[in-house]
């Protein structure tokens, strides 16, 4: 049985380089960056209080950042979405090899299928790296999230951040259900919460290719 330890998962992201699915740098600080997602001052409570019934998913997972790391620094039950054949393959390899299989379930399909699904208001935690524009990610995140909720996106580094309203804008996530909760930064990358203020519409999501052309922010 493997371990899933720091040199472990070092492994399968130096393997995700190697097959193109990461760069050499997000690799080297791919454990430091995911882990800032949820262990920080601003989010310990609700990270040290998530459960095994809870479930939390991860946008776009890919090479496996942040869900990889986070599934294995938590007890909740994690979903990594992907639409890529190859990378869901990696990923399923990864999890059985760390011997997450009975805590992560890997889905080959586009995330707003998902917030269509049988999970849509059922979630506990979304994450997001590097997944897409914040429109679109806040489109595909806000439908899964239950009442008690978290979305959690790494933001730009410094030097490239721009200001939050044009970023993520009240009145189009408010078009949502969402409002900002937290911003924060670890000394290796910016995070920024988002909660449920309310119940996200049933309009949302739309397909992907509708979200894509016509963002809502």
């Known amino acids: ?5 720091n040199k472990n998962l070092q ?7 190697f097959q ?5 740098k997000a690799a080297k600080s791919g454990i430091n960056h995911s882990t800032g997602f949820l262990f920080s001052q601003e989010n310990s409570f609700f990270a040290n209080n998530l459960e095994s019934k809870d479930v939390a998913v ?15 620094l938590t007890d909740c039950f994690w979903i990594f979405v992907d639409r890529s054949k190859r990378k869901c393959s990696f990923l399923s390899t990864a999890i059985t090899e760390l011997n997450l299989q009975n805590r992560v379930e890997v ?10 699904s049988s999970y ?8 997001a790296r590097g997944f897409a524009a914040p429109a679109i990610t806040a489109e595909c995140a806000a439908p899964l ?11 730009p580094p410094y030097g490239m951040a721009v200001e939050s309203e044009n970023r993520w804008p009240q009145a189009g996530l408010s078009l949502l259900g ?8 670890t000394g290796v990358a910016g995070y920024r919460s988002f909660f449920p203020e309310k119940r996200c519409p049933d309009d949302y999501p739309r397909r992907f290719k509708r979200i894509s052309e016509k963002p809502l922010f």
Do not use: I
């Open 178 to 185: 969402l409002k900002q909760k937290d911003y924060w930064h």
């Open 145 to 155: 999230l239950n009442g008690e909720g978290l979305f959690v996106v790494s933001e």
């Open 1 to 5: 049985m493997t371990l899933c330890n």
């Open 11 to 17: 492994k399968f992201l130096d393997d995700a380089v």
């Open 20 to 24: 193109g699915f990461l760069t050499n």
């Open 107 to 116: 889905l080959e399909c586009s995330a707003e299928e998902l917030g269509n």
């Open 58 to 72: 991860d946008l776009g997972t890919g090479g496996g950042l942040p869900g990889l790391v986070l599934s294995c």
């Open 120 to 127: 849509r208001g059922k979630v506990k935690l979304v994450t």
